[in-house]
């Protein structure tokens, strides 16, 4: 007996590694490129000043890439209308800032709360994980009443949420653990660009491994026709509260990531004009894209960010002053820049597209048999 049960484990072992190996062989390409890039970001670090305007896109653009992604997981691919990303955002940032200030460091932060009631910290890792449990445990108890609305009435009950929530953790009965209105800081943050990369890279992999599970099915046939779904014996509210669930674990993350970038956390900096951010990230790279999501993100900051600064600044040609360049400009550009995308882009960047490494090996091959007719 003993016997069979070492074959059939050692039988279970090798199909295990087997699976294993086909999955790296099939996806090579995207491991190699995922090395280029881990390996091309470390140089630039090793190269490029640390106050470089390119580590602010990547690092920013990185936590929004994960941010809009986990709104996509309930927007695009479950088609829930949710506006309460800014609300889980900012759960996960406090969670993570409260229970990682040193506590030496407690007296200082908390300074009109006696240096508050939380004595303890956790390492960064737990943390991040409990700013995503936080932030899940909240969606799960408010999506129980409000999963049973749809379209916009839901999106304005969420978007409600956020501002509820915003202004319960300025709430001075709560200073001992949120620091009310107050700055919360001197938590751990991050300097290299590897490490949001890393956190998020991972957040948006687990992501794409559910939207291609049977879970992920079951989400897609809810946003194609709910009826037909329920037909399938697919249980709706189960599966909408899990995206739901799951979609503001990955935000509390995101917050977290957040407040490690900006090395400070205060409620008011979470208003809704941060999830309409990420809502226009959304659908400027595709409504049910993921690969939109994350390229959209990196071209939102970018623009906002960096490129368009020098519209802000006044501008001199000799004794000529260049008309409208002046501070608040870029945002006027900015706008219309998206409203071009959208208009010729009406399905965003990428629809509903993805990157594969199938796809990118198809794209090089017929440049390198045209290269040869050519040749010939």
């Known amino acids: 007996m003993n016997v069979m049960n070492m074959e059939r484990n050692g039988l279970n072992n090798k199909s295990t590694f087997s699976a294993v190996s086909e999955f790296i062989a099939k996806n090579k390409i995207g491991f190699l490129l995922i090395i280029v890039l881990y390996s091309a970001l470390f140089i ?3 190269m490029m000043p640390p106050s470089s305007m390119l580590f602010v896109v990547l690092k920013k653009g990185a936590i929004y890439a994960l941010v809009a992604v986990s709104m996509n997981l309930l927007n695009g691919f479950t088609g829930l209308f949710s ?3 800014a609300g889980f955002m900012l759960i996960g940032s406090y969670t993570y800032a409260i229970f990682t200030i040193p506590v030496e460091d407690r007296a200082a932060v908390y300074q ?3 240096g508050g009631i939380i004595r303890f910290t956790v390492p960064v890792f737990i943390a991040l994980i409990m700013a995503g449990v936080a932030a899940g445990i909240f969606a799960f108890f408010i999506g129980l009443p409000v999963l049973r609305l749809k379209s916009d009435y839901l999106a304005i009950a969420t978007l409600g949420f956020a501002e509820i929530i915003r202004a319960i953790f300025q709430w001075n009965k709560l200073g ?4 009310g209105s107050n ?4 938590f751990p943050s991050f300097s290299s660009v590897l490490f949001p990369f890393t956190v998020a890279g991972i957040s948006i992999a687990l992501i794409v491994l559910l939207i291609n599970s ?7 046939a809810i946003r194609d026709d709910e009826i037909a779904a329920e037909a399938m014996g697919i249980n709706l509210a189960k599966h909408k509260l899990l995206s739901f669930v799951i979609s503001s674990f990955f935000a509390g993350v995101g917050g977290a990531l957040l407040a490690m970038y900006q090395t400070t956390v205060q409620a008011s900096a979470f208003k809704a004009a941060m999830t309409y951010e990420i809502l226009l990230i959304v659908v400027i ?4 894209s993921i690969t939109g999501s994350v390229i959209s993100s990196f071209l939102f900051i ?9 519209l802000d600044s006044e501008t001199y040609i000799g004794s000529f002053k260049v008309p409208l360049l002046a501070s608040g400009f870029r945002k006027v550009v900015f706008s219309v820049v998206i409203m071009v995308i959208v208009l010729f882009y009406n399905q965003g960047i990428m629809g509903t597209r993805e990157f594969s490494s199938e796809g990118i090996a198809r794209f090089f091959s017929r440049i390198a048999s045209r290269n040869r007719k050519e040749g010939a």
């Not at 001992?176 to 620091?179: G, V």
């Open 44 to 46: 630039l670090e090793k």
């Open 83 to 85: 506006l309460g990303q």
């Open 112 to 114: 009109y709360f006696d």
């Open 176 to 179: 001992p653990i949120t620091n």
């Open 183 to 186: 700055l919360l800081k001197k």
């Open 214 to 220: 049977s879970y992920g099915r079951a989400f897609k």
């Open 285 to 288: 790279g595709g409504v049910g």
């Open 302 to 310: 970018a623009c906002s960010e960096w490129w368009l600064r020098f």
